[in-house]
């Protein structure tokens, strides 16, 4: 639908008055269109066309000797072509509200674990009282606590740290998803030494793995990691590897291990996560990263289904590809079927 047909301006609506569709401007029209509903006419250059069904109702302003709209029966049958796709437009409309809604909960549940995490850290080295009294006296109360527990005080630092990654996986997460990220341009790419890179992605992981007696082994070789440097967008890579972590507590085996290696002689570099977490059949290993697709033997663990497409979303904006494989059956537990699962990255430039 373009001038090209045309067409200067178009409005859809269903039964209930409700503008479904639109397109172009009506503010440099003249007076005589700001009526919709009726049926045809013509002042100057344009001519208006207004149909209406027990769907809905339709109006197209074209130019005067537009050649798609000639003639009473071609109009009559264009507008009923129009009217036919308000179901459909109301379907798109309610599954992408749908969508819209299961990215924010996620979105949303995460912010409030990352506020619970962080004001614990922060209260137990800032009470809220000091917070109210003159800023001498507030610092002084936050070094005397840091003296008398210096210990404590490192793990709060520590953990406040972590959750500084936390956000800024968030944030660029939700960049991702909302099409805000939409490319990588190769300025925004950097070597790194992926042995420290990845020491700072998963160190948050650290101590929510433990709860559920799972330990996370990074096995990379330092030097190797040093010399053989790996191409990454930092805030990609960062909400990828997030993402895969965080769905990754999820469907993991309790009392089981995260392995983490890579390969970076290699051609491709690669970069592998190997767990016991639920099975992932093998015509689910690409569907497992399509948008809100959900595992068929997830069960009541599965949430919005957004986690891996996001992982592969990110990953394919910095060059870089992830695939799946189910290597073998280990057990089931607690209802939920385990296999040994691997998740391995290439980074292809």
């Known amino acids: 639908m373009n001038e090209d047909d045309g067409i200067i301006a178009f409005q859809l609506w269903d039964s209930g008055n409700k503008e479904v569709a639109s397109f172009g401007m009506l503010n440099d029209m003249p007076a005589s269109f700001n009526t919709r509903v009726i049926e045809n006419f013509q002042d100057g250059e344009f001519r208006n066309i207004y149909r209406k069904s027990d769907s809905g109702s339709v109006r197209i302003i074209v130019k005067k000797d537009a050649p798609l709209f000639q003639g009473s029966k071609m109009a009559k049958r264009s507008c009923a072509v129009y009217i036919s796709l308000i179901?459909?437009?109301?379907?798109?409309?309610?599954g992408q509200r749908q969508h819209f809604d299961?990215?924010?909960r996620r979105f949303a549940h995460n912010l409030v674990k990352f506020q619970t995490r962080f004001k614990g850290n922060f209260n137990r080295l800032i009470s809220d009282s000091a917070r109210s009294r003159p800023y001498n006296e507030f610092r002084e109360e936050v070094k005397q606590r840091i003296e008398s527990n210096t210990s404590v005080a490192a793990d709060d630092v520590c953990q406040m740290s972590h959750r500084a990654v936390?956000?800024?996986?968030?944030?660029?997460?939700?960049?991702?998803?909302?099409?805000?990220?939409?490319?990588?341009?190769?300025?925004?790419?950097?070597?790194?030494?992926?042995?420290?890179?990845?020491?700072r992605i998963i160190n948050p992981f650290i101590d929510e793995f433990k709860k559920k007696n799972i330990?996370?082994?990074?096995?990379?070789?330092?030097?190797?990691?040093?010399?053989?440097?790996?191409?990454?967008?930092?805030?990609?890579?960062n909400a990828a590897i997030?993402?895969?972590?965080?769905?990754?507590s999820k469907y993991i085996l309790e009392g089981t291990d995260v392995n983490i290696s890579a390969l970076l002689t290699s051609s491709p570099k690669v970069l592998e996560f190997e767990m016991i977490s639920v099975c992932i059949d093998d015509d689910e290993l690409e569907k497992i990263f399509y948008e809100r697709y959900k595992g068929r033997h997830a069960g009541n663990k599965a949430e919005a289904g957004i986690g891996l497409f996001i992982v592969r979303k990110a990953l394919c904006?910095?060059?870089?590809?992830?695939?799946?494989?189910?290597?073998?059956?280990?057990?089931?537990?607690?209802?939920?079927?385990?296999?040994?699962?691997?998740?391995?990255?290439?980074?292809?430039?």
């Open 242 to 248: 997030w993402q895969l972590l965080d769905n990754a």
């Open 102 to 104: 299961s990215i924010m």
């Open 166 to 199: 936390d956000l800024d996986a968030q944030i660029d997460t939700l960049r991702i998803i909302s099409g805000y990220t939409d490319s990588s341009m190769p300025d925004t790419k950097i070597n790194v030494d992926l042995q420290r890179t990845m020491y």
């Open 215 to 237: 330990k996370i082994n990074l096995d990379i070789d330092q030097a190797k990691s040093t010399k053989e440097r790996v191409m990454i967008a930092p805030g990609l890579f």
């Open 317 to 349: 904006l910095m060059n870089a590809k992830i695939i799946a494989k189910n290597q073998e059956f280990i057990k089931e537990s607690d209802g939920f079927k385990y296999c040994k699962n691997k998740f391995i990255i290439e980074f292809i430039s």
């Open 87 to 94: 179901p459909k437009l109301k379907q798109i409309e309610h």
